[in-house]
């Protein structure tokens, strides 16, 4: 089958189309016509050899789907051939094909494109896991989401807004992208290149008043979102986008405001634990979905033949919601 695949060209990492073999299905496994894919920051890092492939994972890239069940593993009950579904992959996107666990699989609703159905597995079980699981977000919390216009974020503002109508401030770098947050349902828009965001929420909401935040940027950001946090707050970091090192750290407020610190990646999570994130999130979320409460937002859709393009689109954080490739 084809794939697309990291070929040096004289030390710098490019996408080529190749062919490699068709996966093998084991008996619970679905074989999939990959019909579209949708890209990543780990594909970003994985192509720079900055992102190491958990074990046993197919190494080409791409981290979801959606597609057409060419046929089942033995033991398989929940789907048959024809089915058009979706769902997370631990890699292999980025190919004509693809072989899926039945439990980590979701069945399309008949309205939805593909486009539509590979832009919702990564970020809406990311920000669903991080909200939920996680963060343990409660009915009318305070949620602050950074990076509210990235693909994880749109899935975070509508997932707060929709399971635990909390209320909901961001940050973005543009007005574009804080009027979208906006309509997907925060009430607060900082633009983070404008203004302080500890202020503007101390501005909005009071002092120590945010219960949880979604982090992505890292140690530019550690000392303002402990002080915005309130008593009994959490904050769940995703990425580090903006530094990895926090120079001086003061204890004081992590024992006083009670907080609770989590990390975590998904991706390198265990196949049982996705299978049980996904068989929760599809039952909390599958109306909503059907009654368009909940949608994927897509930036934009490319040829997978111009994967290149679609890479450079999200290096340059020109993207808000997710990018989408197809024509496998
Ligand atoms: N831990 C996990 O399980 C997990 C799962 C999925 C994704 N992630 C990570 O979460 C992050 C978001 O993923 P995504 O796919 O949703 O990304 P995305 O759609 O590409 O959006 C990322 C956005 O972050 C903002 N940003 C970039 N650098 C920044 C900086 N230094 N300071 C502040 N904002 C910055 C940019 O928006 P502005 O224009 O607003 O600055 C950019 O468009 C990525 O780093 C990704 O690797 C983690």
Redesign the pocket.
Known sequence: MKALLVNDHSGKPVMEMGEVKEPIPGEYDLLVKIKATAL???DLLQKRGKYPVPEGESTILGLEMAGVVESVGKQVTKFSEGDHIFGLLGGGGYAEKCTIHEDMAMLMPDFMSFEEAAAIP??FL?AYQSLIWLGELKDKETVLVH?G?????TAAIQLAKHLNHAKIAVT???KE?LDLCRSLGSILQIN?KEEDFAEAIRNRFGENSMDLIID??GSPYWESNIDCLSMDGRVVI??M??GVTVEKLNLIPILRKRLTIRG????NRSVEYKKRLTGEFWEKTEQLFKQEELSPVISAIFDWNDVEKAHQM?SE?R?AGKIVLTGM
């Open positions: 990543n920051r780990a990564e970020v990311t990076a216009a990235s693909g994880v974020g973005a770098g543009s992208k983070y992505f940027v995703l990425s986008l903006g975590s990646t998904l991706r999200m954080n993207n």
